[in-house]
């Protein structure tokens, strides 16, 4: 039980980091080498520092968002590694637009036990559905 409330903070760590567009905290969740996949929902895709510089550069111009990260389930676990799925919901205020924008559906993290706790070393969002999407 320990293992999933350790993963249930990392996850709630990572909205906090992304919300307060806080990308030293959002490094933290991830390790060194990790690769993040945000394609679903039109976005980057690379690196653990690629993302952090394309959130830097993209993600700061949104005035607000509120990450709840939800359901999150340890589907398997061997060892030190772990592999979880969570549902998001995600209100924002997009630049430009004055209803609010939203979005949903499912991370999936692999992830690692390091020394310093669980780390995702791959994520990939899945995203199922966008209200008021830019453009859309």
Request: charged fraction near 25%.
């Amino acid at each position: 039980m320990s293992d999933q409330l350790e993963i249930t903070a990392l996850l709630n760590r990572y909205a906090r980091a992304v919300d307060t567009k806080d990308w030293e905290l959002y490094r933290s969740v991830f390790t060194e080498d990790a690769h993040i996949d945000y394609s679903s929902a039109g976005a980057v895709v690379g690196t653990r520092d690629e993302v952090v510089e394309w959130f830097a550069a993209n993600f700061g111009v949104l005035p607000w968002s509120m990450h709840y990260i939800t359901n999150v389930e340890v589907l398997e676990t061997d060892g030190d590694t772990a592999r979880v799925q969570a549902m998001f919901y995600n209100p924002m205020q997009l630049p430009g637009m004055t209803d609010i924008s939203a979005c949903g559906g499912y991370y999936h993290h692999e992830l690692v036990r390091t020394p310093d706790g669980w780390r995702s070393r791959n994520l990939r969002e899945e995203n199922i559905w966008f209200t008021n999407k830019p453009g859309g």
